[in-house]
């Protein structure tokens, strides 16, 4: 999981508010269930905008961007821009 601790619980309400759908309103467990069991490339953009409502989404970017420069591989780089913003998240 990229996610932890304080930012999980921070994101996982913001998820909900910002994208639970009609027909599974109150049942969180599920709609979250389905979010995490998606690609990381399709979770990233997601993330992006909880990141973004904090501004904090240039961080992420600019992590992403300087991961994949050098290693050529983008689950690599999204997996390591949002594991380190979780991690200044949880400082904060």
């Given amino acids: 999981m990229i996610l932890t601790e304080k930012c999980k619980k921070d994101f996982e309400k913001w998820y909900l508010q910002s994208y639970s759908k009609q027909e599974f309103s109150g049942n969180a467990k599920h709609e979250l269930r389905l979010f ?12 992006l905008n909880f990141f973004d409502s904090l501004n904090r ?4 970017i600019f992590k992403f961007i300087k991961h994949y420069d050098k290693h050529r591989n983008l689950d690599e780089a999204r997996n390591f821009s949002i594991s380190k913003e979780n991690e200044y998240y949880n400082e904060s």
């Fill in 36 to 47: 995490y069991r998606v690609p990381l490339s399709e979770q990233f953009g997601v993330y």
């Fill in 57 to 60: 989404a240039k961080f992420v």
